[in-house]
T-cell receptor, first 113, second 113 residues
Framework: DGGITQSPKYLFRKEGQNVTLSCEQNLNHDAMYWYRQDPGQGLRLIYYSQIVNDFQKGDIAEGYSVSREKKESFPLTVTSAQKNPTAFYLC????????????FGNGTRLTVT | GENVEQHPSTLSVQEGDSAVIKCTYSDSASNYFPWYKQELGKRPQLIIDIRSNVGEKKDQRIAVTLNKTAKHFSLHITETQPEDSAVYFCAAKVGGSQGNLIFGKGTKLSVKP
């Protein structure tokens, strides 16, 4: 429910490999976001996009990359340059206008060993 | 940079008691303050939000108060129930109308039956 789908729910990768997390929404929202959640750290913004073909770095963008080729999709790539990639990743979307709330996906738990 | 401080990090109450979670923010231009509830293993969900033109907002057992002068806002849950047990995150929008949400680190609320 909620119109935002993240896949897969669990993802395991070896150190040194890039991995892409999927996020799709059918809410017709303009803005999409990626957050990282670590225990005791709250939600930290990785990247966001307010419109197709445009995106901006958040607070912790190093080691990550994104694309926004379609309004519905905002995939996140965790590269081998990310020092501590193991985390819970949440995608969100919003209408993008003034003070519209975020709608979150169910998250992807990435484990890198 | 801008930040949001949230206290306490953990809170345990007896069923039927009230719970209060407090947040302070640093950006005096912040004008939107949502609260999210995240149950174990699930996505964060918006439970209430407040805009800077009001000082208080209530929705059944949940209320939020905002003091713009002191730059703090609080979540009040009355008549707590075991299903209120979750992690609660406050957030503040920084950087003006096109800015992003900065989240507090969360409060783990436990309601004991």
């Amino acid at each position: 429910d909620g119109g935002i789908t993240q896949s897969p729910k669990y993802l395991f990768r070896k150190e040194g490999q890039n991995v892409t997390l999927s996020c799709e929404q059918n809410l017709n929202h303009d803005a999409m976001y990626w957050y990282r959640q670590d225990p005791g750290q709250g939600l930290r913004l990785i990247y966001y996009s307010q419109i197709v073909n445009d995106f901006q770095k958040g607070d912790i963008a190093e080691g990550y990359s994104v694309s926004r080729e379609k309004k519905e999709s905002f995939p996140l790539t965790v590269t081998s340059a990310q020092k501590n990639p193991t985390a819970f990743y949440l995608c969100a979307s919003s209408m993008g206008d003034l003070n519209s709330p975020l709608h979150f996906g169910n998250g992807t738990r990435l484990t890198v060993t | 940079g801008e930040n949001v401080e949230q206290h306490p990090s953990t809170l345990s109450v007896q069923e039927g008691d009230s719970a209060v979670i407090k947040c302070t923010y640093s950006d005096s231009a912040s004008n939107y303050f949502p609260w999210y509830k995240q149950e174990l293993g699930k996505r964060p969900q918006l439970i209430i939000d407040i805009r800077s033109n009001v000082g208080e907002k209530k929705d059944q057992r949940i209320a939020v108060t905002l003091n713009k002068t002191a730059k703090h806002f609080s979540l009040h849950i009355t008549e707590t129930q075991p299903e209120d047990s979750a992690v609660y995150f406050c957030a503040a929008k920084v950087g003006g109308s096109q800015g992003n949400l900065i989240f507090g680190k969360g409060t783990k609320l436990s309601v004991k039956p």
